[in-house]
């Protein structure tokens, strides 16, 4: 599937091998194996989202799912597990809980609620069986996705986990570059690279150059300045979910909604201004 608004992105289907089909689950198998070593870039796959639906609070792990783990060979491909429908589990807990919670305050009724939920998914055992050493498939991260029927629903936090799961900063970058509206994934992975990179000698340019470009849809000009200030400090001309990721906000710098944090043997203050394309 290639959708017109980002040809850059495609998806592939497994086209319901979970219904029971042997043929299809070999033709699955067979296709992740060839795309996963495969040496053309436009011919490989690069992530996998398995999907679990958890609309069932007495699920056990199923017979597709575990003959994907244990016998498919996703070679370098990092595999997300996606928990669909996640707040099928809410009303549940709820249920089981519901004398407990009369008189209790809100708060407390939603953090009982929460643990009730985790308790319930615990039960089900999926989670041990996603973690078994014997799997050949072992999944790099996982993420419940919920109310995804709703209007202002998004993909947001699937598409940070999967960002983060790519061992290849080029297949980062790759995945960034489709991601034309998400600035906060941009910013969450230029501060990843500083982290990584805080105790190393690099070049002042190329260090500037680490920053900028994880910001491809974006026109950047930028200014070095040395110090011994151990802070960094990013000026967003749009920061839009700045102060969330970076942290609290510069002093008398709210129109450029400037924000600093903290990075330990980072002895350099770098100044982005970032705005968008016309």
Same mark, same amino acid.
């Given at each position: 599937?290639?959708?017109?608004?980002?040809?850059?992105?495609?998806?592939?289907?497994?086209?319901?091998?979970?219904?029971?089909?042997?043929?299809?689950?070999?033709?699955?198998?067979?296709?992740?194996?060839?795309? /996963?070593?495969?040496?053309?870039?436009?011919?490989?796959?690069?992530?996998?989202?398995?999907?679990?639906?958890?609309?069932?609070?007495?699920?056990?792990?199923?017979?597709?799912?575990?003959?994907?783990?244990?016998?498919?060979?996703?070679?370098?491909?990092?595999?997300?597990?996606?928990?669909?429908?996640?707040?099928?589990?809410?009303?549940?807990?709820?249920?089981?809980?519901?004398?407990?919670?009369?008189?209790?305050?809100?708060?407390?009724?939603?953090?009982?609620?929460?643990?009730?939920?985790?308790?319930?998914?615990?039960?089900?055992?999926?989670?041990?069986?996603?973690?078994?050493?014997?799997?050949?498939?072992?999944?790099?991260?996982?993420?419940?996705?919920?109310?995804?029927?709703?209007?202002?629903?998004?993909?947001?936090?699937?598409?940070?986990?999967?960002?983060?799961?790519?061992?290849?900063?080029?297949?980062?970058?790759?995945?960034?570059?489709?991601?034309?509206?998400?600035?906060?994934?941009?910013?969450?992975?230029?501060?990843?690279?500083?982290?990584?990179? /805080?105790?190393?000698?690099?070049?002042?340019?190329?260090?500037?150059?680490?920053?900028?470009?994880?910001?491809?849809?974006?026109?950047?000009?930028?200014?070095?300045?040395?110090?011994?200030?151990?802070?960094?400090?990013?000026?967003?001309?749009?920061?839009?979910?700045?102060?969330?990721?970076?942290?609290?906000?510069?002093?008398?710098?709210?129109?450029?909604?400037?924000?600093?944090?903290?990075?330990?043997?980072?002895?350099?203050?770098?100044?982005?201004?970032?705005?968008?394309?016309?």
């Amino acid at each position: 599937m290639v959708f017109k608004s980002n040809p850059g992105f495609v998806f592939h289907d497994s086209c319901g091998f979970e219904a029971g089909s042997e043929e299809e689950f070999k033709s699955m198998k067979n296709f992740i194996s060839e795309r /996963a070593h495969a040496t053309k870039l436009e011919e490989r796959i690069h992530a996998i989202w398995y999907c679990i639906p958890m609309d069932e609070h007495c699920r056990t792990f199923q017979r597709s799912e575990e003959k994907f783990f244990r016998e498919c060979d996703t070679g370098h491909v990092p595999v997300v597990v996606v928990f669909t429908k996640f707040e099928a589990l809410r009303p549940v807990a709820f249920g089981e809980i519901k004398k407990q919670l009369k008189g209790v305050s809100g708060e407390e009724r939603s953090k009982r609620i929460a643990e009730r939920v985790e308790e319930l998914f615990i039960k089900t055992g999926v989670l041990d069986q996603l973690r078994n050493p014997e799997n050949r498939a072992l999944p790099k991260a996982y993420v419940r996705l919920q109310e995804m029927n709703k209007t202002d629903a998004n993909c947001n936090t699937l598409l940070e986990h999967t960002t983060f799961a790519l061992d290849n900063e080029e297949l980062r970058l790759c995945l960034v570059s489709t991601q034309k509206s998400n600035l906060e994934l941009c910013i969450k992975c230029a501060i990843s690279t500083l982290v990584d990179r /805080a105790h190393k000698q690099i070049d002042d340019e190329a260090y500037q150059h680490d920053i900028a470009k994880w910001f491809p849809h974006l026109k950047v000009r930028q200014r070095f300045i040395q110090s011994d200030d151990p802070w960094l400090c990013l000026c967003l001309v749009s920061s839009s979910g700045l102060s969330a990721v970076l942290g609290s906000a510069v002093p008398g710098s709210s129109e450029q909604g400037e924000s600093r944090t903290s990075m330990n043997g980072i002895r350099q203050y770098i100044v982005m201004l970032i705005w968008f394309q016309p």
